[in-house]
């Protein structure tokens, strides 16, 4: 029996710790090996996934150690997709703040999904925020 989901080609679990961060250049170059990505999707892969990590951390599960992230990465003929996922209450997605708005650009931070959305070709947030899913065209 065939079934209609998509292989997950590679997985990654953290715990909601600010140095688990430092695990996912490994998993995402790990997986660059793998399909043969160039420099440039790479570099953007590296950024984007990395911030949505380090949201899903710190905002999403509040870097509660007892909680999860969750990284999915699939590639499927000329498409890199990205799925992140914690276990917190997820956020409004749809009211985030700009930060290259004059009030924003002196903040040291609020520019996470900025990145994710100008790096990838697609950004979509699902489960009221606590998943984002990222793809990249190769």
Do not use: W
Request: charged residues 20%.
């Amino acid at each position: 029996m065939a079934t209609t989901e998509a292989v997950v080609d590679k997985e990654l679990s953290l715990p909601s710790h600010p140095a688990s961060v430092v695990q996912v250049e490994s998993f995402i170059e790990d997986f660059r090996s793998l399909h043969q990505i160039c420099d440039e999707v790479y570099g953007n892969m590296l950024v984007a996934i990395t911030e949505a990590v380090n949201n899903a951390i710190i905002h999403g599960n509040q870097t509660d150690q007892q909680k999860q992230v969750t990284i999915h990465l699939q590639c499927r003929r000329n498409l890199v997709t990205c799925t992140v996922q914690d276990q917190g209450g997820g956020f409004d997605f749809n009211h985030v703040p700009d930060p290259t708005a004059p009030e924003n650009l002196e903040k040291e931070g609020g520019r996470g999904i900025f990145l994710m959305k100008h790096l990838s070709d697609l950004v979509v947030f699902s489960n009221d925020g606590s998943q984002v899913e990222i793809q990249f065209r190769l």
